[in-house]
């Protein structure tokens, strides 16, 4: 089916989820200055880390649990995700997600579907102060080329999977993805992560829903 065991790294906002949960809540609570931040990360003149902390710096953190309630009602979960889950499990192919999301939404989002906390990388928070306060417990490696600058550093999770042992599968959508796809066997791709796919010239199959996902990866990821 593949040359090696395969192994899926799947990014969350705007992949597991249909919204991107930053921007959904940016965009409804709309603190003064947030919608700058977002150009600058896009056009790569910000780090994602750097753009990111600043967002939330904007918000005070007496507003966590209105803002989790709305990511969490507004999120929406893509489409076959919990038949890829029961798939993975089944053929028992190991499946991590790899979040630039914050904690104190990513983990109630995931909850429902049974992923181990081991299993779920993604940034965390810090409520004590006057603001919310981003904190990056899963930071760059030595080897990243981004180094300091990617907040949940993708590559260095994928690098725990050593290339000559593992057949390693990218799931994802945006710019905090970019960097993986230059690492991986194949990328399953969605919107911007399409583009800079083949614009870079790399093996990726795009994507709808995650019955999408299984329907290749049966059939050995290969075929478009």
Not at 203 to 216: A, Q, S
Request: net charge negative; glycine share 8%.
């Amino acid at each position: 089916m593949f040359p090696r065991k395969p192994v899926l790294f799947c990014d969350f906002d705007g992949t597991i989820t249909m919204n991107d949960n930053i921007i959904a809540a940016m965009k409804h609570f709309n603190p003064q200055g947030w919608d700058a931040i977002v150009q600058e990360i896009i056009s790569e003149t910000k780090s994602v880390k750097q753009g990111v902390g600043e967002m939330f710096a904007l918000l005070p953190s007496s507003m966590k649990e209105e803002i989790k309630d709305y990511i969490i009602t507004n999120a929406g979960i893509r489409d076959g995700f919990p038949e890829l889950l029961a798939w993975c499990k089944a053929h028992d192919v190991p499946f991590y997600v790899t979040s630039g999301g914050i904690d104190f939404f990513v983990y109630p989002l995931l909850d429902p579907f049974g992923i181990p906390a081991d299993h779920i990388y993604c940034n965390g928070s810090d409520f004590s102060g006057d603001q919310i306060r981003i904190t990056w417990p899963h930071d760059c490696d030595e080897y990243c080329d981004n180094r300091g600058n990617c907040g949940m550093c993708k590559t260095a999770v994928i690098r725990r999977y050593s290339q000559d042992e593992y057949y390693r599968i990218l799931i994802g959508d945006s710019v905090t993805d970019f960097p993986g796809a230059k690492i991986v066997d194949l990328v399953f791709s969605r919107s911007h992560l399409t583009d800079k796919c083949r614009e870079l010239a790399l093996p990726h199959i795009p994507f709808g829903t995650f019955h999408d996902v299984i329907r290749h990866i049966e059939r050995g990821g290969i075929q478009s």
